[in-house]
């Protein structure tokens, strides 16, 4: 693996279940996970794995418990907040949603250029808003930065976020289920975005999903996540043709049952 980007080292995160004197639920159990530059790395597992409580927790919406979260070495966990606000601008997290993620009453050119804003580096007006546009699809940008959420289709919206976590020039990409809201034609022009977007600036992507057919199409690497703990993590052309963990064989046999399997790099 090339220079990690993204290290957790030993992590833990717990969080109490209906209210203060609730049971504790255990979301990651020492979880140990590498996202080297330039990789895609998918985050497996059933609803419920812990794997977007990882997600948030790499962005920090979340603190550990316990263990270490590096990002190009630097220890960020209990990073103060104003060192942490420009830290973050060289990772961001894409939600499941873009129904949700973009403000029904800002323009795409505004919603695109929030994070160029935010690091206080430019605005709507700027040209990286059009160029991250049309780095995504949406071309010419021109037709795009006046429209409002609603007058575009799911892929449109879906490629807007994209656009967004593009736009500041991160060196990681945090995507939780970016294709769950798009139907299989559309699946297939995300996967392939989120390569070129890799190929073209050498960005890492955490890749959150479900679906193990969009994970063997995107990922090189495969992470997998049971109850909190990761089981196993390898290529994964060797995790989906020769896995090791029961739980992973049994993800692969429930989605070769029905169909949801059938790329692997």
Do not use: W
């Not at 409580?53 to 263990?67: A, F, N, P």
């Not at 804003?117 to 010419?140: C, K, M, N, Q, Y």
């Not at 994964?236 to 790329?263: I, M």
């Amino acid at each position: 693996m090339s220079a990690a980007v993204l290290q957790l080292r030993h992590a833990y995160k717990t969080f109490t279940a209906g209210g203060s004197h609730g049971r504790r639920v255990t979301a990651l159990d020492d979880v140990s996970l590498a996202v080297g530059e330039g990789e895609i790395v998918a985050l497996v597992g059933q609803s419920g794995s812990g794997k977007s409580t990882l997600g948030r927790v790499v962005v920090r919406l979340e603190r550990l418990d316990r263990g270490e979260s590096l990002f190009e070495g630097v220890e960020y966990s209990r990073m103060a907040e104003r060192p942490m606000r420009r830290l973050r601008r060289r990772m961001h997290l894409v939600l499941q949603d873009p129904y949700q993620s973009l403000h029904p009453a800002m323009r795409i050119g505004a919603a695109v250029a929030e994070p160029l804003e935010i690091a206080r580096a430019g605005d709507a007006r700027s040209p990286r808003v059009a160029e991250a546009l049309e780095e995504v699809g949406l071309t010419p940008a021109a037709n795009y930065l006046r429209r409002f959420p609603h007058e575009l289709s799911g892929g449109e919206r879906q490629r807007v976020v994209l656009a967004r976590a593009l736009v500041g020039r991160p060196r990681l990409v945090v995507a939780d289920e970016p294709t769950s809201m798009v139907d299989a034609t559309l699946r297939a022009s995300i996967v392939k975005l989120i390569r070129d977007l890799r190929d073209s600036h050498g960005i890492a992507f955490l890749v959150i999903t479900h679906d193990l057919d969009m994970a063997g199409a995107v990922a090189e690497q495969v992470a997998v996540m049971q109850r909190g703990r990761l089981v196993e993590c390898g290529r994964t052309a060797e995790v989906f043709t020769s896995p090791t963990h029961d739980y992973t064989k049994a993800l692969l046999r429930a989605a070769a049952e029905v169909g949801r399997l059938t790329t692997c790099p």
